[in-house]
């Protein structure tokens, strides 16, 4: 019997070196842009990349506002969500299609594997990694067929622990 897991909701091609995934996937690197959070809730591109539907760093998550649009839809009491500005200050660029997503429920790295994943749950992991259970897993795929860039990862990357 295989154990109903919660999903790692992460982009296409996420940096890690874990062959813990479930399906026994691995992952290959792609430059994301680093972004350094500002006291006034801007985020400054400190090193240019590539602008992806989920952009984290040490403490905050920042998802396309297509996926934080579905969230708040069927999750709305688990999360918080707020619209941010990204800016690079050489070029006066702006962007506004992304929102910060507070999780409001945590999972401690051990407790992963006892994690309750029945129904819509969508939790945080050190400090930014989004995982969903099976259902929201399901609404997201359905709902978002053109983002082709996000992909769903059981288990645990091996870069966590």
């Known amino acids: 019997m295989t154990q109903d897991l919660n999903y790692w909701l992460c982009n296409k091609g996420t ?18 842009v680093s972004l350094i959070k500002l006291k006034d809730g801007r985020y400054q591109i400190s090193e240019f990349g590539t602008f992806r ?49 507070k999780m409001r429920n945590q999972i401690e790295f051990k407790d992963y594997y006892k994690t309750e994943s029945i129904g819509l749950k969508i939790y945080g992991i050190l400090n930014g990694l989004i995982y969903v259970s099976a259902e929201l897993k399901s609404i997201i795929e359905k709902e978002l067929t053109d983002l082709t860039d996000i992909e769903f990862k059981r288990g645990l990357p091996l870069m966590a622990g």
């Open 53 to 101: 539907n989920i952009l984290d760093g040490f403490g905050y998550s920042l998802i396309d506002n297509e996926i934080a649009e579905v969230l708040k839809k069927y999750v709305f009491d688990q999360i918080e969500l707020n619209p941010i500005v990204i800016f690079r200050r050489a070029t006066d660029e702006e962007w506004t299609n992304y929102s910060e997503l």
């Open 15 to 32: 940096t890690c070196d874990s062959d813990d995934f479930e399906d026994g996937s691995s992952v290959e690197f792609i430059k994301e």
